[in-house]
């Protein structure tokens, strides 16, 4: 038997356990030109808060009663397609299901023999490219700026510090816990690290850890964290936003302090990022975030949980903070 977990009702506010639904059907038989993979890693991520409401934006809404779908590595256990042989492990969007078949059509095939199989879902897949393309497509860092990373011990920030602390930025990273804010200085080579949950002022703590001021801004979370940054950027401040996890659930619309008078006075640049819209430069970003990894230059995290019936619970805990790195079930 087959598991699949569907989307049995739209969240609202923070996402329940009981939003989703595990159905049991038999593994389907292939045809000519498919494949049949088992899933081996899943991954979870924020931006699948947004798709499980009907709201509009730039992917469309999950349908309910339907099976969710995210970043997936799979084994192929069986194929009837000459691209793809028993054995191959491909990444790609797929449904989460325990097995599903495929007609290959855009995945990609990865090598377990060059990286981990898991690092083609964070740091060599989709959260890596967005750390790595919109820091240097809006961000533009120069050596000796001062940037300061939200969400910085997760999968897209822990990526963005390192790549700008490579650049020769002084790098500052903003996470919730003691535990975290460690982590970025000992093992991820951040210059400071501000724990959000046990700072009063954090517009006061910013400029403590950037007296100089603050050139770009990396923004995974919105809200509060990144109202504070502004009272901080210097002129010609580029802004990168990235993800805004820290309004994904709110039932009611953030007060936040206006953004203009700050962007003028600054002349500053506020730009929203969506990897998809940078396809074109993903070789070339891969290439390099391969290989500053082979050269030991960049690390990642991972917080890999076990098991198919876990995955609801592993993306409800993005929003709890209880990852660090990139949050992945393996099956
Ligand atoms: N635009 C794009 O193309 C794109 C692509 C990928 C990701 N994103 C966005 O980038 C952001 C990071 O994604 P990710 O995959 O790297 O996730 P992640 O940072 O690995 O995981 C989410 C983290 O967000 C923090 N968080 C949760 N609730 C928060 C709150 N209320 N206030 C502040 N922080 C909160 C938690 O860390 P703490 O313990 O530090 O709170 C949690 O570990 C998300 O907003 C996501 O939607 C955008």
Redesign the pocket.
Known sequence: MNKTILLEKRPIGKPQLSDFKFVSNEVESINTGEILLKTTYV?V???L??RMSDAKSYVPSFELHKPITSGIVAEVIDSKNNAFKKGDFVSGMLAWKEFQKSTGEGLLKVDASKAPLSTYLGVLG??G???YL?LTEIGKPKKGETIVV??????????VGQIAKLIGCKVIG????DE?VNMLKSSLGFDKAI???TTKNMAAAIKEAAPNGVDIYF?????P?SDAVLFNINQFARII?????????STELPKSVSVQPFLVKNSALMQ??????YAEKFPEAIKQLSHWLAEGKLTYTE?IVEGFDTIPEAFL???????????LVKI
């Open positions: 991954s991520d924020p931006y808060r947004g989709m959260t490219l967005t750390a919109g939200s969400g910085a011990a997760g999968a897209v920030g822990s990526v903003i996470a919730g816990t975290k724990n959000y949950n923004d995974n979370v919105g809200g964290i936003i990235c993800g805004a996890i820290s309004v994904y659930n929203g990022f969506i990897v998809s819209n917080t805990n993005l929003f709890e903070g209880k990852n660090s790195g990139k949050m």
